[in-house]
């Protein structure tokens, strides 16, 4: 196992920059996941921690070596890639141990690797078979097996689930869960699918335009986001945004909803601290509420229902609220219709108040 340390890391392209001096620590032994959207930078770190791309500034420390000039094959870290790159001619066996072939381990030892990952992957009766003749669960597997062999310090993951449909993405979601709580390796993963990413992370880092926004647990993530794109990249469905200012009213400071007669109360400190009286009130579609009863201090809305989506458990309700498009829950067993207005509840302490200048979070209410 290793920590790895990336500090003021740079990469550019030309005259353009992709990485812009990100700072980031990994403990060892821990699953941290890189999400962010395309071109945010994500997979361009990766590969310059394995050494595939190289770096315009700064350091990258595996285990308190200083690698930046160290070749791939010499940092002792394993890479799956999104496209599985294993071998259509060779046998599974002969793909889990291709990493060996050039090692100096006896061929008993080989053997014995190969079958060990093999049945700790789920593939011992598959040993024999090609590519081909694999789904794609198992091909992903197989692209597993071939870095795990090697017993690396640390695995990279350049977005491996992507091409999976979804049974086969949860699946595997939870394969590489169990194997890491298994195995104890450090992992860098990087996805932008924000629910990989809340699932299976100890710390999710979010990335924006090669710039690192956040860093934290999921939970810390999605309770305290601390800007608007982190707020609405982390949680799905995405956070609602109200468009409001702020404005005196019976002596205290309140956020009123733009075309609404809607308002909620901010603390003096932290209206101070905005950049302008144009705010957004954020609240998320759990949080907002169908049907509950107003207890003290909840915030209410009303809007015409839109469309409806029954999941099951809960229905998100779809509404159009003075003009702006919001996003509700409801119980599974409540199904409004669409055209009819109703009421959604959120209890003090689930709203967010943000900077529209700065996009920054202020405060919650």
Aim: aromatic share 4%; charged share 20%; net charge neutral.
């Amino acid at each position: 196992m290793a920590n790895i340390a990336l500090n003021g890391l740079v990469k550019k392209y030309g005259s353009t920059t992709a990485v812009h001096g990100i700072d980031l620590q990994v403990k060892d032994g821990e699953f941290v996941v890189l999400v962010g959207p395309s071109g945010c930078g994500k997979s361009t770190t990766l590969r310059m921690i394995a050494g595939l791309e190289d770096i315009s500034g700064g350091t990258i420390t595996i285990d308190g070596r200083v690698v930046n000039e160290a070749e791939p094959k010499d940092r002792n870290i394993a890479m799956v890639f999104q496209n599985y790159a294993i071998y259509p001619h060779m046998s599974v066996a002969q793909n889990i141990g291709f990493g060996l072939y050039t090692s100096k381990l006896p061929e008993h030892e080989k053997k014995k690797r190969i079958e060990e990952t093999a049945k700790i992957l789920g593939l011992e009766k598959l040993l024999d078979r090609r590519p081909s003749q694999l789904s794609g669960g198992q091909r992903q597997r197989v692209a597993i097996g071939r870095a795990m062999v090697r017993n690396p310090a640390a695995f990279l993951f350049d977005e491996p689930l992507s091409n999976l449909d979804a049974q086969l993405r949860t699946q595997m979601r939870l394969e590489i869960k169990k194997l890491h709580q298994r195995l104890g390796t450090t992992i860098v993963f990087v996805t932008h699918d924000q629910v990989e990413a809340m699932t299976m992370a100890d710390r999710i880092v979010v990335m924006r335009d090669g710039h690192i926004l956040q860093v934290g647990t999921p939970m810390e993530l999605y309770e305290n986001p601390q800007d608007i794109f982190t707020a609405r990249f982390i949680g799905s469905p995405t956070m609602n945004l109200l468009p409001a200012h702020l404005a005196e009213k019976a002596g205290r400071t309140v956020a009123e909803i733009d075309g609404l007669e809607a308002s909620v109360a901010v603390p003096a400190d932290y209206a101070k601290a905005a950049s302008g009286s144009e705010v957004f009130v954020g609240v998320r579609p759990h949080d907002l509420v169908v049907g509950a009863e107003a207890g003290e201090g909840s915030f209410a809305l009303s809007g015409a229902v839109s469309v409806v989506e029954p999941l099951g458990p809960e229905t998100l309700v779809h509404l159009d609220v003075g003009g702006t498009s919001i996003i509700a829950s409801a119980p599974g067993k409540v199904i409004p219709q669409a055209g009819q207005r109703v009421t959604v509840h959120a209890t003090p302490g689930s709203l967010y108040l943000f900077d529209k200048k700065t996009e920054r979070a202020l405060c919650r209410l």
